[in-house]
Each structure stands twice: as C-alpha cells, then as structure tokens.
C-alpha cells in the first residue's frame, strides 16, 4: 500500500515540477530578462521576416535590423545549450527536495504505526494479565466453597435430629 501511495505521490510531483518549469522556464518569462531594442524600419522598406545574414565589415546591410556579433552570437546558442541543462540542475534538486519530504512522511507515519501498534501490544499484555488475575480469583472462590453435599447431609442429619428431640420433649411435656 505504501509503494502505490508513494508512486501515486511520485507521479503527482513529476507533473507538478513539469508544469512549474514550463511556467518558469517559458520564453515569456525570460522576456522581461531580454530587452531587444527596437529599430525603425523605412516606410517602404519589405518585412523580410526572420533571416540570418553574415555580414562582413563594410558591407552594407540588405535590411533594417540588429547586428550581432559572433561573440553574442556564441552567447545566444550557449545560454540556449545552458538554460536545458539549468532546468535539469533545478529540476533534479526540486524532485530530491520533494522525495526527502516524501521519504520524512513516510518514515514520520511508519514510526506512528510502529507506536500505535506498541501500545496495542501493552494495553493486549496488561488486559491478559488482568484475565489471568480474575480467573485465578474464580479457581480460589470455587475451592474455597463448602462441601455441598456434605453440608446437605448434616442438615439433613441436625434438621432429623432436633425434630426427635422436640418431639421427645413434647411428648413427654404432655404426659
């Protein structure tokens, strides 16, 4: 039960931390990050769209737009290469971080049970001893009984004898 639980909450996490890093990580988040300057166009000029071209010094640009350098180019490509790996290193850290938590969970309710079943076992030990204690007092009580039949027979025996004796003395009484 508890690895389904802790695959449940596993695949919870996973698509949590995707959806965060989707929302973080967006091209819209960076926005804010990357100011790219605007330039004019000439009212006549065409919308070329978006194009590369190499320029070498000197040569004239065939349309409106920014130049970069190849140093800020390289920039580009390696904050690009870096940024998939930065989300892995994040990623990564959020996922332990989670399963730590997942894991001090799990250990926090298994030592619940563990004290639970402790004081189960205690309350069944000291209820047996208590059991024992009274069935110990009923085998007392049922030898310290008095012989029944013997305690009939001298009744019978007394109860036989004193009617005699009292028919005896009245019949001597009356004579």
């Known amino acids: 039960m508890q690895i389904v639980y802790y695959l449940y909450m596993t695949n919870i996490l996973w698509r949590a931390l995707t959806f965060a890093?989707?929302?973080?990580f967006s091209s819209s988040a960076f926005a804010e990050d990357v100011v790219i300057p605007s330039v004019p166009t000439a009212p006549n000029e065409p919308d070329v769209g978006a194009v590369i071209v190499p320029l070498k010094k000197g040569k004239i640009a065939p349309f409106t737009g920014l130049e970069?350098?190849?140093a800020a180019v390289a920039q580009i490509v390696a904050d690009l290469d870096s940024i998939t790996e930065q989300i892995k290193v994040?990623?990564?850290?959020?996922?332990?971080?989670?399963q730590a938590q997942c894991l001090f969970k799990?250990?926090?309710?298994?030592i619940a049970e563990e004290t639970k079943r402790s004081i189960n076992l205690a309350q069944i030990n000291s209820l047996e001893k208590q059991n024992k204690v009274f069935r110990d007092r009923i085998r007392a009580l049922e030898t310290d009984q008095p012989n029944l039949p013997l305690w009939v027979a001298g009744g019978f025996v007394v109860g036989v004898t004193l009617t005699g004796v009292v028919s005896y003395v009245i019949v001597k009484a009356t004579q």
């Open 90 to 98: 994040e990623v990564d850290v959020a996922v332990k971080k989670e």
């Open 21 to 24: 890093t989707i929302v973080t």
């Open 68 to 70: 970069l350098s190849p």
């Open 106 to 110: 799990l250990n926090e309710q298994k």
